[in-house]
């Protein structure tokens, strides 16, 4: 079956292609090819090598050792751009490895600011599977970190608030019957 494959390189320098001379059709190995490379890309930044092999309907959620994807490589290395073309392409945020880490678990415990943020914005959860990327960046020293984590997630909870109740807890109740009484709509 080997015999038969025509690999390609594209312009773009990453972009492997192999269909049977045949068909034209993909084969398994090209899909897989492309999915290795989708990942290596990501480690790398490479940004345009990531958007041409998402063109080619490459799997942004194809693990490869480790359980790692495309966005935990991209994450783990502080690959900003290339994480949010990926998301922007389909890539499961809250998506774990073999160790039950996340790409945000993963940037934050490398101290990668600036894919903490492009995670956070794009909704990544911050515990996945009873673990606290917040506590992972604080054991890996990055208490700057972990505590624009922790805010992050005091801001996503203050927002599901109805209006007016600053806190969850006491008082809470008692402003949502009153709301109720009053014909008010509260919303998430």
Not at 80 to 104: F, K, Q
Request: hydrophobic fraction near 40%; proline fraction near 3%.
């Amino acid at each position: 079956m080997f015999k038969h494959l025509v690999q390609e390189w594209g312009a773009a320098g990453g972009d492997l292609r192999a269909t049977t001379p045949r068909t034209g059709r993909r084969t398994r190995a090209a899909t897989g090819q492309n999915e290795a490379a989708l990942r290596k890309a990501a480690w790398q930044g490479r940004t345009e090598d990531v958007r041409v092999l998402l063109a080619a309907e490459t799997n942004p959620d194809a693990a490869g050792s480790g359980g790692i994807t495309a966005l935990m490589s991209a994450a783990y290395d502080g690959h900003a751009v290339p994480a949010h073309v990926l998301l922007e392409g389909g890539a499961s945020i809250d998506a774990a490895n073999d160790d039950g880490d996340t790409a945000l678990m993963l940037a934050a415990g490398k101290g990668e600011e600036e894919c903490v943020r492009v995670l956070l914005a794009a909704g990544a959860g911050t515990s996945v599977g009873g673990k606290s990327a917040a506590s992972i960046a604080e054991i890996n020293g990055r208490s700057e970190l972990a505590a624009m984590i922790r805010l992050h997630e005091k801001q996503q909870r203050l927002s599901c608030l109805p209006r007016g109740v600053s806190s969850p807890g006491k008082g809470l109740v008692e402003t949502v019957e009153a709301g109720e009484e009053e014909g008010a709509v509260l919303a998430h």
